[in-house]
């Protein structure tokens, strides 16, 4: 990937955080880490978990609209359970992050042309097409990701999905299990 | 017995191989096994269809004992699950070590919630093993079936739920020392009926591996106050005219009792504690102030109001101690807190100066840091002096109805400190601790931040338990009381001398002085004078010899002397003066300057008694 991101901060409105946790690859881990979300209340944005490159660990990215200071407290809240790694605030720091969007838009034959050559400014790719449809993948920061559906929902957007964001540091995390180079 | 050790997750290991290893054992086997290498003598539960294969095995370690009782794991049936969960958690508190307990799926596992998440509240360290339906039923609505993975999970410091049997024998390790790193707290084992029937190889070692928590228990115990920290405290201190010590829980649970009076004596500074705290000091102690927080002493909260520094360890900030925390020791303008948990650290209160360890190396490494350290605080010391002479507690002395204070004064001159004693929850729960002289720590046991109803009576079973020759008390209330009720039955069952001494007023007297204070005297679902209950009798029914219900005020002293000298389980029934408050009280969500002081009690600024008005509507 090449596009360097700006700082997160800019893209982010004030009290949206990024939180990533690094967790014991075991079942129960994630509804007990996001419960003490719901329990405050918290309703979580988004949400990823995937096995890291040590496969016994996962990763949660989770995006959740909250003052800075309760996610600090809650991620100390986070890293008593035995089954975290390490959980850290990443919206201020040094740090990458991409979400992926599939989205399927109205493309009748006459708009094709335009489509085509606005989702190329985005780098938009088209995975599939029919005669009334582009499906398009695109991937990037929060700003680039919304920056685009702005451009194509005059199209008229049929349906659309999104991963929600993965965020990494862009050097070494201290203790976590990805230990290939940034 | 092993020693148990707090902090590390890893006990040192002689590099002998297990005497067991390689025997084929069934998974209950493996269970009982691991509870006797984990120092376990007692344990308490009830059985049931998921978790027969483990009372089976309980019963045939013992069976292969019978010359060698020290040896057995004693086995106490309650009447509900939830009792063996209180009686696992008196056990803990009063002994410091795990405390254990084993029920059946479904309603067994269910009614054994309440304990675990008192446990949790409190941070004490037990270890649930609950039976579960065989693992190819789970989730299929089986018969006694819970989830109990999904509810016992945010009440829990952590719960397991046993599917390779080859774990299980790691897993009920790892459970101990889970329980008993760190901020101590309770770990359930969910196992299926199918793994404990599942036979296999012992190994008589091995743990499941937490990285980042290993990781973290071990910068624990090795976390000690750098030079350049302790001098930080001390320019504190330097700069301080009135400072106050607050210590909580934690100074309990982290065997810092000792270091803590060391520590107040060597730089003297007055002491107060939270409930938890009790016993911490010594309350009779010059320097110690006793209880602060809602229904603290008078001159503990006015303290707290004056000191200029305030030393916070191993205490949280509740909001029974700061119920308006921005009015909380408003003069502090330097705060110190030394904590066992990274993460109460500026959760309620900002903070000057802060240590994350256990408190009992922090106030070595303090002491012998400040060896040098002299500083004159005999004014200050003179003014909690007029404090606690101008401010003490009292009460009416003057009717003729028996005033529950007079009673837990009357027990504390005959106990001297020296007993352990457990409580219910309301009034009786606080006038026990503030009008009972408790020496040394682990000696009241209550459940503070739940605040649950009916702990007191199985927690003095589990106390009575771990020390079988000490005098155990459970200072009750009537509705504490009829919460585990039949309890009173497992107290003869097992012929043990524990004292219930039961404070009659009629109904919830807690419940009933905020429907005084801020309810308009409605006196909804508080009010107990019709209930027809004989509690002297159920007592005689459950074969207690010594039963009474006491009266007359005139022979409290001799009545209550008889009830504790008797050599065995005793039941005393005192009526009391209904209309009793607690005072102080410091309502919900106010400040200490708004504490209300009632009649008798003299206060620095008084306000109307009763004129309190609603309490801010979001509080509680
Ligand atoms: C299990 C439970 N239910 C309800 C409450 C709420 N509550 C707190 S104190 C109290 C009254 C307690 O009555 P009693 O045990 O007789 O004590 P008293 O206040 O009369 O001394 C109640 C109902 C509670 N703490 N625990
Ligand atoms: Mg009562």
Same mark, same amino acid.
């Given at each position: 990937m090449s596009t360097i991101n700006p700082p997160a901060s800019q893209s982010n409105s004030q009290n949206t955080r990024t939180l990533s946790i690094l967790v014991?690859?075991?079942?129960g881990v994630l509804s007990r880490i996001t419960g003490l979300f719901s329990a405050r209340a918290y309703n979580i944005e988004s949400l990823t978990v995937a096995r890291t490159s040590d496969p016994s660990l996962s990763r949660i990215t989770m995006v959740v609209r909250c003052e800075p200071l309760l996610a600090q407290q809650i991620l100390r809240q986070v890293e008593k359970l035995p089954d975290t790694v390490e959980a850290v605030d990443l919206t201020e720091s040094n740090c990458v992050e991409r979400e992926l969007v599939l989205v399927r838009v109205k493309a009748p034959e006459e708009k094709r042309t335009t489509l085509l050559t606005e989702a190329e400014i985005f780098r938009a790719r088209v995975v599939t097409a029919t005669p009334d449809n582009y499906v398009f993948e695109v991937t990037g920061d929060s700003g680039k990701v919304e920056a685009f559906l702005d451009v194509v929902r005059p199209y008229g957007i049929d349906e659309m999905v999104r991963t929600g964001k993965v965020a990494l540091h862009r050097n070494l995390s201290a203790k976590n299990g990805d230990t290939e180079p940034a | 017995m092993k020693q148990e050790r707090k902090y590390e997750m890893t006990a040192p290991q002689e590099q002998k191989s297990h005497p067991l290893a390689g025997r084929r054992m069934t998974g209950a086997e493996m269970i009982i096994q691991v509870l006797a290498e984990e120092g376990v003598d007692t344990v308490f539960g009830y059985t049931g269809g998921a978790i027969l294969p483990t009372y089976d095995a309980i019963f045939l370690y013992n069976a292969d004992r019978q010359d060698r009782r020290h040896e057995q794991i004693q086995l106490i049936v309650p009447a509900n699950e939830q009792g063996a969960g209180f009686m696992a958690a008196g056990y803990a508190r009063a002994s410091g070590k795990v405390g254990v307990f084993i029920v059946t799926s479904g309603p067994g596992a269910t009614n054994s919630l309440t304990p675990i998440r008192d446990c949790m509240a409190d941070s004490v360290p037990v270890v649930l093993i609950c039976g579960q339906v065989a693992r190819a039923a789970?989730? *299929?609505? #089986?018969?006694? $079936? #819970?989830p109990v993975f999904n509810f016992m999970s945010p009440c829990a410091k952590h719960v397991f739920l046993v599917e390779e049997p080859e774990e299980l024998e790691a897993t009920v390790r790892t459970a101990f020392a889970i329980a008993r790193s760190g901020r101590p707290g309770p770990v359930v084992i969910d196992v299926p009926k199918d793994v404990q029937n599942w036979e296999g190889v012992f190994r008589g070692e091995g743990k499941l591996h937490f990285r980042g928590y290993e990781q973290r228990m071990l910068e624990l115990s090795r976390s000690r106050l750098s030079e350049e920290s302790c001098g930080a405290f001390f320019e504190l201190l330097a700069r301080s005219e009135r400072p106050l010590i607050c210590a909580g829980g934690g100074i309990i649970s982290g065997d810092a009792a000792g270091q803590l009076s060391e520590f107040a004596k060597r730089f003297e500074i007055p002491v107060v504690t939270t409930l938890m705290g009790i016993g911490s000091m010594d309350t009779t102690d010059e320097l110690s102030l006793h209880m602060l927080g809602m229904h603290g002493m008078a001159y503990a909260n006015y303290a707290v109001m004056d000191c200029d520094f305030l030393i916070t360890l191993g205490a949280r900030f509740d909001d029974r101690v700061a119920g308006k925390v921005q009015e909380f020791a408003p003069k502090a303008k330097m705060l110190a807190h030394i904590d066992i948990d990274a993460a109460e650290i500026g959760k309620v209160k900002t903070v000057t100066w802060s240590h994350v360890g256990p408190a009992r190396e922090a106030l070595e490494d303090l002491m012998r840091h400040g060896e040098g350290f002299r500083k004159d605080f005999s004014a200050w010391l003179e003014h909690v002096r007029d404090l606690k002479r101008q401010h003490a507690r009292n009460y009416n002395? $003057? *009717?003729s109805t028996i005033q529950p204070h007079q009673v837990l004064e009357c027990l504390s001159g005959i106990v001297k400190g020296e007993a352990i004693v457990t409580t219910g929850v309301g009034q009786h729960q606080m006038w026990a601790a503030q009008y009972l002289d408790i020496r040394?720590?682990?000696?009241l046991l209550t459940s503070g931040s739940m605040a649950t109803m009916g702990f007191g009576l199985p927690a003095a079973i589990g106390a009575q338990l771990a020390f079988p020759d000490r005098l155990v008390i459970d200072v009750d209330g009537d509705g504490s009381m009829r919460m585990n009720l039949g309890e009173l039955e497992t107290v003869t069952t097992y012929n043990l001398p524990v004292k219930v001494l039961v404070l009659n007023n009629r109904g919830d007297g807690m419940v009933r002085q905020w429907q005084k204070l801020y309810f308009g005297n409605r006196f909804s679902g508080s009010d107990k004078s019709l209930r027809q209950k004989d509690f002297v009798k159920t007592a005689e029914a459950d074969g207690f010899r010594f039963a009474r219900r006491l009266t007359d005020k005139s022979r409290l002293e001799e009545t209550l002397e008889e009830f504790i000298a008797f050599g065995g389980p005793a039941f005393l029934e005192v009526m009391i003066d209904p209309e009793a408050c607690v005072y102080p009280m410091v309502g919900p969500g106010m400040g200490y300057k708004e504490m209300i002081t009632g009649d008798f009690i003299v206060g620095r600024n008084p306000v109307d008694d009763l004129s309190m008005g609603a309490p801010p509507s979001d509080s509680f």
């Open positions: 014991e690859n075991k079942f | 789970i989730g *299929t609505d #089986a018969f006694q $079936e #819970a002395r $003057e *009717t040394h720590p682990r000696s």
